[in-house]
Each structure stands twice: as C-alpha cells, then as structure tokens.
C-alpha cells in the first residue's frame, strides 16, 4: 500500500524521462522532415503537370472546335512552329498571344485571341497560371508556370518536349527553384 501511495503522490516527470521523450521526437523530426518536404515539392510538380495536361487539352479541343467550323488552322514559320501564351490571375486572362504566323482562313487574329481566351475561362476556370501552348505540325505541347505574369528563367522550350535530359536539376524545377508543369511530361532520363 505504501508503494502505490508514493507512486500516487509523484506528479511530475524526471529530467532523464523528460530529456528521453525529447530525443525521440529529435530522432523522429530528423526521419520524417525531409520525407515530408520530398513530398511536397512531388506534389506541387505532379499538381503543375496536371495543370500543363488541362492547358494542352483546351489548346487542342480550341483548335479542334475551329477545324469543326471548317477552318483550318495554319502554322508557319522557319521551324514551322507557333506558340500560344496564356497569362491569368485568378480567372482573369489577359488576351492570348499567338507568336509565329498563326491563322484560321480568313479570320482576324485578334477575334481568334478573343475566343481563345473566352474558351480558356470556360474551361479552366479561376488559375493563377503563366502557360505556354506549343503548336507545331499539328502536335500541341504546354508548360504551366503557377507563380503568375512573367515567364520563369530557365523554362523549357518546344525542343526541350524531344529530349529526356533538359531538367538541370530536380525534374518540374528551374535552377531557381521555379515550379513548371509539362504535358507532355518531361522527366529526366
């Protein structure tokens, strides 16, 4: 009885128990931190990705939609090559930009601007975004830059989507640390 009553009346830990539970959670923080900051930066490049696929789908549904109105889309250029750029804040895209010699018939670019960017907002909804459509013979590549209005240092360009090797670091990263989605995806190899 006397032992249980001693046992009763201790309230408070030792400072060896205290000092042991501490380096557990030292022992485990030091385990599951960079398991878990890993774990983050592959979600915020998978969620990128994902972003730059859904770019690429609308570009190519756009496209699709005026070739259903029985206007063909014409590219041209030295390397045969346009781009589109797409520039949005929460919904609210600027024009895109056709750069390279784009054309729908007789349609005037700035009305295909215009109804580019109203299929952007109906299909993609409220995005932060700085996106990139490649467009050449007929294949449709995009990057998606989430961080906004300017084009990230470091970003891949059309030729970059023939190679496995263009990451310089931790693939879906810039060598500033910018975050940029693919589709398709390009990994290094």
Known sequence: MRKFARLKAKKAFTLVELVVVIAIIGVLAAILIPTLVGAVRSANVASANTTASDVRTAVNN??????????D????????????????????YEDPVFVGDFWL????????????????????????????????????????YFDGGTAPQGAPTLADFDRTDFWP?????TADGDVIGTAPIIING
Not at 62 to 71: F, G, M
Not at 106 to 132: F, H, P, Q
């Open 62 to 71: 756009w496209l699709t939609k005026q070739s259903a109105k029985h206007i």
């Open 73 to 92: 889309a014409k590219l041209s250029g030295s390397d045969g090559s346009v781009y589109v750029k797409i520039v949005g804040d929460n919904g609210v």
């Open 105 to 144: 018939g007789d349609v005037d670019e700035n009305e295909l601007s215009a109804d580019l960017k109203k299929y952007i907002e109906d299909t993609l909804g409220y995005r932060r975004m700085y996106s990139i459509g490649y467009m050449v013979d007929g294949r449709v590549g995009a990057l998606y």
């Open 169 to 173: 670091g931790e693939n879906g990263y």
